[in-house]
């Protein structure tokens, strides 16, 4: 998914374009002191609590839906100021590098989110990444603390989530934008009651130092990662917490650290917008198109059939119907990727028709439902990591003040990602992390990628970070969808992958 952190856009952000069945748990290991070199287990300095994590083994089985790839549990503390308190437990799956004899180590990857799967990742590594990295690194994906596999947060049941995805992203009236913000307390509340302190520790700082337990346990004395979306972010929180302990980091589909919560949705509003507008483009270029002769004319139409369906839902699937909250789901899910476009235009002309199903599975994809319920709780993840990282939501008063720095950034969706900035406000958990720059000083040179054209992560948000990095290296792909890396661009591909296997550091920034 995708970022406000707030709006849910990120929710499917980076990647989260191929299914995956989930396997069977994998059984929990113990904190037995493990034959690691001395270097790679060592805890940091100061966190004596905190040796027995990183001397732990990684049990690795058979997975139960595929044999050769190989699955473990890693144990990490539920709140690191308390080491010797509860712990959780991660689920964590190897795919063995396809080379052994030429074998570099281990890459640690994430999609992105917060609250993707980054175990699911791992597993269609063979379709994510090309053979040069495949068959030279073990690809090792894990389930960040709260995330399906791993000890899950627990918030809500189906109804619950289906009224909030369904929900109306800009209310018209006070009241509406309280009831909307009670439901999103409500959903808070829920995680507290079901999951207890868990949801007080899922914040990405958290996740960051469990992915340095990861390292230690993988036997690594630095960490080699590759982050899409959400995953730049909690790459750039790691390299930033531990600057000596980075190995080749890629960072694609960056997120600035940096920027206000505010200006976070004002970028990302214009960001779909444009990416939406270059949907358009392509079907007008094309002849005929059903939107419209012009791109205007194009997206008029496409918000003109958000109001409609604002005002009244459209029949959909399975019993339900296509609400606001959808449709938009629905339209900003094939924005990531320009495969997806032929789909959009087949639901949109469905949607037109008065035929809200397939824009009804579009949003269904786009929040991990399936025909019977929830096949993830990315939405609940993704709530409770981003509202414990950005202690700085503005109020309603600030919300309706920019109103119309939002409409001019994005005329479609502005409104929608003007009124989600303040959804943290109403979260039941205290924030624990406000937005600020991170250099990560000392840490060896870090690849960054953005794409022109990128709906959920701008490529205003890369340069802004490679501003940041002390060693930040820009790789900047001129084209459409999100994410740049195994997007169809053989520049990217061949930077990414002779940094990544053969640590070929380009001198300049690269453009492609």
């Given at each position: 998914m995708a970022v406000l952190f707030v709006v849910l856009v990120l929710a499917l952000a980076g990647c989260g374009l191929f299914s995956s069945k989930q396997a069977a748990p994998q059984p929990s290991p113990t904190l037995s002191p493990s034959p690691l070199p001395t270097e790679a287990a060592a805890a940091p300095s100061g966190s004596p609590g905190l040796a027995r994590y990183y001397r732990q083994t990684l049990d690795w089985k058979p997975c139960a839906d595929n044999a050769h790839n190989r699955c473990a549990r890693l144990r990490v503390p539920l709140d690191y100021a308390r080491p010797k308190g509860r712990s959780l437990s991660l689920a964590v799956l190897?795919?063995?590098?396809?080379?052994?004899?030429?074998?570099?180590?281990?890459?640690?990857?994430?999609?992105?989110?917060?609250?993707?799967?980054?175990?699911?990742?791992a597993s269609y590594s063979s379709a994510a990444f090309g053979s040069e990295i495949t068959q030279a690194f073990d690809v090792v994906g894990f389930d960040p603390r709260g995330v399906q596999r791993s000890d899950?947060?627990?918030?809500?049941?189906?109804?619950?989530?289906?009224?909030?995805?369904?929900?109306?992203?800009?209310?018209?009236?006070?009241?509406?934008?309280?009831?909307?913000?009670?439901?999103?307390?409500?959903?808070?509340?829920?995680?507290?009651?079901?999951?207890?302190?868990?949801?007080?520790?899922?914040?990405?700082?958290?996740?960051?130092?469990?992915?340095?337990?990861?390292?230690?346990?993988?036997g690594e004395q630095r960490l080699t990662y590759f982050g899409a979306s959400y995953g730049t972010y909690l790459g750039t929180v790691y390299a930033n917490l531990f600057p000596h302990r980075v190995g080749r980091m890629v960072l694609d589909g960056a997120i600035d650290p940096a920027t206000s919560t505010q200006q976070t949705g004002l970028v990302q509003a214009h960001g779909f917008e444009v990416a939406l507008r270059s949907?358009?483009?392509?079907?007008?270029?094309?002849?005929?198109?059903?939107?419209?002769?012009?791109?205007?004319?194009?997206?008029?139409?496409?918000?003109?059939?958000?109001?409609?369906?604002?005002?009244?839902?459209?029949?959909?699937?399975?019993?339900?119907?296509?609400?606001?909250?959808?449709?938009?789901?629905?339209?900003?899910?094939?924005l990531y990727s320009r495969t997806l476009w032929g789909t959009l235009d087949t639901a949109l002309q469905a949607g037109f028709g008065g035929n809200g199903g397939p824009l009804l599975a579009l949003s269904d994809a786009y929040v991990n439902r399936g025909p019977h319920g929830y096949t993830a709780n990315s939405t609940e993840a993704y709530l409770a990591t981003s509202c414990l990282d950005r202690g700085?939501?503005?109020?309603?008063?600030?919300?309706?003040?920019?109103?119309?720095?939002?409409v001019k950034a994005s005329p479609t969706f502005g409104r929608g990602f003007d009124f989600a900035d303040q959804a943290c406000r109403a979260w039941p958990v205290r924030p624990t992390n406000r937005p600020h720059a991170m250099h990560a000083q000392g840490a060896p040179p870090i690849l960054v990628i953005g794409t022109t054209r990128d709906p959920a992560t701008p490529l205003v948000w890369a340069r802004a970070l490679v501003r940041q990095l002390d060693s930040g290296v820009l790789v900047t792909r001129n084209g459409d969808g999100h994410t740049g890396y195994h997007a169809g661009n053989s520049c990217v591909d061949g930077t990414v992958e002779s940094y990544l296997v053969s640590d070929k550091v380009p001198s300049a920034p690269v453009h492609c």
């Open positions: 190897k795919v063995p590098a396809g080379s052994p004899s030429h074998r570099v180590g281990s890459l640690v990857i994430n999609p992105g989110g917060p609250g993707e799967s980054g175990y699911d990742y899950p947060l627990k918030c809500a049941g189906t109804a619950q989530l289906d009224a909030y995805a369904a929900a109306d992203p800009d209310p018209a009236t006070a009241a509406a934008r309280r009831q909307a913000l009670a439901q999103t307390r409500r959903l808070g509340e829920g995680c507290l009651r079901e999951s207890g302190d868990l949801a007080r520790h899922m914040s990405t700082e958290e996740s960051a130092r469990d992915m340095d337990i990861l390292r230690a346990a993988l949907y358009v483009k392509a079907c007008v270029d094309r002849g005929s198109c059903f939107l419209g002769s012009s791109v205007d004319q194009g997206t008029r139409r496409i918000r003109a059939f958000l109001d409609s369906v604002q005002k009244k839902p459209l029949p959909g699937s399975g019993g339900r119907p296509l609400r606001i909250g959808n449709a938009v789901y629905g339209i900003w899910y094939p700085d939501a503005p109020t309603a008063a600030q919300v309706q003040r920019d109103e119309s720095k939002f």
